[in-house]
């Protein structure tokens, strides 16, 4: 009895730290938009609207995430495997749609 209530309650914790990782990572991303990491070495978090994901330049991105890292993703979110210089190219381009 004494093991199985230490059990849940490490289950519990385990989901809190959990909730709070998730609830902190998504708090500040308005309605509307993801957060990407972007970066070589240095990973940078940008938030960028959802409709990027319909236009064919950014899920070139996307695809070269998907080979490079599957789903296990370094940074717990969508890493985008290029530099910033690269990221900035596509996001300018999208904007100016």
């Known amino acids: ?11 519990v ?3 809190h730290k959990l909730h709070s990782i998730l609830t902190r990572n ?3 991303v308005p309605k509307g938009h993801f957060a990407v990491y972007v970066g070589e070495t240095e990973k940078k978090r940008y938030v960028v609207p959802i409709a990027y994901l319909n236009q ?11 080979e490079e890292f599957g789903f296990q993703h370094p940074m717990g979110g969508l890493t985008l495997p290029c530099n910033e210089n690269a990221f900035f190219h596509v996001t300018s381009q999208l904007n100016s749609l």
């Open 13 to 15: 914790k385990q989901f």
């Open 56 to 66: 064919a330049s950014f899920q070139e991105l996307l695809l070269k995430a998907e």
């Open 1 to 11: 009895m004494g093991i199985r209530l230490l059990n849940m309650i490490s289950s």
């Open 26 to 28: 998504h708090s500040d």
